[in-house]
């Protein structure tokens, strides 16, 4: 038997200045769309900024209804923008960051589940790893070099193949 131990393919940085410069530039991009969130209703204000191979940077937060179940996360609004916008355009890396008025949020903001999907469906289309740069509002930031260490045995297009 053989155990696949995941914790190795994660940095923690006790502050933002110890990111590297890109790293930290698509962090703060990402602070700056989270204030922009549509969150009446759970006030937990989310921001992703994507970093495109061209250089191009696109941001995204997340946008709530009052149908609850119709908002869309801040990742996939990054994700999904960077996508229609730039499709030709490689996806290098996504930071992830919250505030709130009502919370302390004092970990790094991972992406949920169906986001984690949504980053692998886009390594997968451009056969790229993606880097992931996780941050609350202030304490420790996780960064990863692909999402198959958030979300391992992926289902993938891969798995659509037909027989012929
Ligand atoms: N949310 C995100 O935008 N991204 C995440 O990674 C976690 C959750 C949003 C969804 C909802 O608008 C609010 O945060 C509270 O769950």
Not at 102 to 112: A, G, M
Not at 113 to 142: D, F, N, T, V
Request: net charge neutral.
């Amino acid at each position: 038997m053989k155990k696949i131990n995941i914790s190795s393919a994660f940095d923690e940085y006790d502050s933002e200045s110890d990111l590297t410069p890109s790293d930290r530039q698509l962090l703060k991009e990402a602070r700056l769309s989270a204030v922009q969130a549509y969150a009446p209703y759970s006030r937990f204000q989310v921001g992703a900024a994507v970093l495109l191979e061209n250089g191009i940077l696109v941001k995204g937060n997340n946008q709530e209804n009052a149908s609850y179940p119709l908002g869309l996360c801040a990742e996939r609004v990054a994700l999904f923008a960077a996508g229609s916008n730039y499709p030709e355009a490689n996806i290098k890396a996504i930071a992830i960051t919250a505030q709130s008025s009502q919370f302390s949020i004092l970990q790094p903001i991972t992406p949920c589940g169906a986001c984690r999907q949504a980053i692998s469906e886009y390594e997968h289309r451009y056969q790229h790893p993606i880097r992931i740069i996780m941050a609350g509002e202030s304490g420790k930031i996780l960064v990863t070099y692909s999402v198959s260490n958030l979300l391992p045995y992926q289902f993938t297009g891969d798995d659509l193949k037909s027989k012929t």
